[in-house]
């Protein structure tokens, strides 16, 4: 046999199949490629004939902590809906072999970021006409970052101002999934909204459900100190662990993951149920799910297939793929992986990916193949699959995002935005740019304008704060963080942020004592509250110096 090469390419794609409707049904295929890699793993001289055996080429391929768990929607489907999916495939001169794999996530980030959802006081009306007065509703969740099976710390608060009883109060997980047939908002788009968990009556020191007379409602809603005062109560019984609850994610939960043909987003909702003929106050706070953290040593898969795993010192056991050579027909033997293989791992350690494959007794074995950072690229565009199977791009193929700074783009802060746009994880995007020397300069000579735009366009709002913090210690060569570059942050990061953001970047900037106004001037009045202390803290300390 005749062979140039042998090749492992693994791939992961976003795939979606939308059904039309209308009396014109057509089905709409697309699908994104958001991670290859392409690793030569034997080259043969020209002509060289390959003989007949059993041979082995081991292999490692460390994987991006990026990169979603494997799912479907709906579970299990091959046709409609939307898949996250990877593949290996093998191959020696013309043969070719592919296997999926199932890929479990990383854990979410361990960065705790906390949201205290600003109160909203809602106006009760019976049958939409009759005014009740007033209810208003605070919660907060200790971190947003949560694995599955695990507890997720909630408190809640509530003042009723209404002449109603708050009869009960209800706390729902909800998990979203959508998918697009084009990127973006245009297209066709489906939607399913799911049920994690439900909790139908939280009875806490901090929900106030009694109601008022009436005196007592027009005189707490038309006194703008007694509505001033509600926020700092609130603030205050939403920072007390009398009022809080547990809620125990359930595994069965797949990753929030945004991605350009899919994305995925969870949020508890708290309802307030009032009188049979009046409006129900809602409130919701995002919540971001992923795998847990490794508290415990993974269970291992036995038999042929061998796991996805790693350990913070060591790399695993070689990867073989296996051929089998005859003396008349050359056939590839089958890769055997798990149907399964979760990726567990502690905080410092590397995923890495490994399989194998046996065919009898190995007669030829080369030298492991680890897979350099050149050949793992992360993030590509979505394309558009036609009834006969062929591709069309919905524009240019962009550069793509690197998963380090081995991938070589001008630095320019055009570029690193088209990047952002087609990554996986826009924080992974700017930590390979801070490690690159050729890229350093530009975010030293950062102006708070750029700074800003570039939190606006961070394609998960729960890494704007840790991309803010890691872009603020370049900023002016690493020398002068100022308030001016932590007010941009803070008007470009979403509404439920905000807090957060602020209170990560206040004790980072130099001119505290002298320009915090212009981080207060973009917080709302609650927000001002949540971070009260921060300011305080940080200007004491200013002061000292």
């Not at 793993?41 to 994987?63: C, D, K, T």
């Not at 043909?261 to 971001?288: F, Y």
């Not at 872009?471 to 932590?486: D, L, P, W």
Request: net charge neutral.
């Amino acid at each position: 046999m005749k062979a140039d090469r042998v090749m492992l390419n693994i791939v992961g794609k976003e795939k979606v199949a939308i059904r039309t409707r209308g009396e014109q049904r057509r089905t709409i295929n697309a699908q994104r490629l958001f991670f290859t890699v392409a690793l030569p793993l034997r080259e043969y001289p020209p002509n060289e004939q390959i003989r007949p055996g059993n041979y082995a080429f081991p292999f490692s391929v460390m994987l991006p902590d990026s990169l979603p768990s494997s799912t479907s929607y709906p579970p299990g489907t091959n046709n409609m809906g939307l898949r996250i999916q990877y593949k290996m495939i093998g191959s020696i001169g013309k043969l070719h072999q592919k296997q999926p794999i199932s890929i479990m996530s990383a854990p979410v980030p361990d960065i705790k970021v906390p949201a205290m959802i600003q109160p909203t006081s809602f106006a009760l009306n019976s049958m939409g006409l009759f005014k009740k007065g007033t209810c208003t509703l605070g919660a907060s969740v200790e971190d947003t970052h949560i694995g599955r099976g695990l507890s997720l710390d909630v408190h809640l608060a509530c003042r009723n101002d209404s002449t109603e009883n708050i009869r009960r109060v209800e706390v729902r997980l909800v998990e979203t999934v959508q998918w697009h047939s084009t990127p973006g908002t245009f297209g066709h788009t489906r939607t399913a909204v799911l049920d994690l968990l439900h909790m139908n009556d939280i009875d806490l020191p901090g929900l106030s459900k009694e109601r008022k007379n009436r005196r007592e409602v027009r005189r707490s809603n038309s006194n703008r100190s007694l509505q001033e005062s509600t926020y700092s109560e609130i603030f205050q019984d939403l920072g007390s662990n009398d009022n809080k609850i547990k809620l125990i994610v359930p595994t069965s939960a797949r990753d929030s993951y945004s991605g350009q043909l899919i994305k995925i987003w969870h949020h508890l909702e708290i309802k307030l149920l009032t009188g049979r003929m009046a409006n129900n106050p809602v409130t919701k706070v995002p919540i971001r799910i992923g795998s847990p953290p490794q508290g415990s040593r993974c269970a291992t898969v036995s038999g042929t297939a061998a796991a996805i795993e790693a350990t913070p010192a060591t790399l695993p056991a070689p990867t073989q793929l296996n051929y089998r050579l005859a003396e008349t027909e050359a056939v590839p033997v089958m890769l055997h992986v798990p149907e399964s293989a979760p990726a567990c791992y502690s905080q410092d350690s590397i995923p890495i990916v490994s399989a194998v494959a046996m065919s009898g007794e190995t007669i030829y074995s080369a030298a492991v193949v680890h897979a350099p950072q050149e050949v793992i690229v992360l993030g590509g565009e979505a394309i558009l699959v036609d009834q006969e199977g062929d591709s069309v791009a919905f524009e240019r193929p962009p550069p793509v995002a690197p998963h380090s700074s081995h991938h070589r783009t001008p630095p320019s802060l055009a570029n690193l935005m088209r990047e952002m746009v087609f990554s996986v994880n826009d924080y992974d995007v700017i930590a390979a740019r801070l490690r690159d020397p050729e890229w350093v300069p530009l975010f030293q000579a950062m102006s708070a304008q750029e700074f800003g735009r570039i939190i606006a366009h961070v394609n998960i709002d729960f890494d704007q704060p840790r991309v803010a913090t890691l872009m603020a210690q370049h900023i002016n060569a690493g020398r002068y963080f100022t308030c001016h570059y932590a007010a941009q942050a803070v008007k470009n990061t979403s509404e439920w942020n905000r807090s957060t953001m602020a209170s990560e970047l206040i004790p980072l900037c130099a001119d505290i004592a002298t320009h915090h106004a212009l981080i207060r001037a973009k917080l709302n009045e609650w927000e001002l509250i949540v971070t009260g202390r921060d300011f305080e803290d940080a200007i004491d300390r200013a002061n000292y110096r």
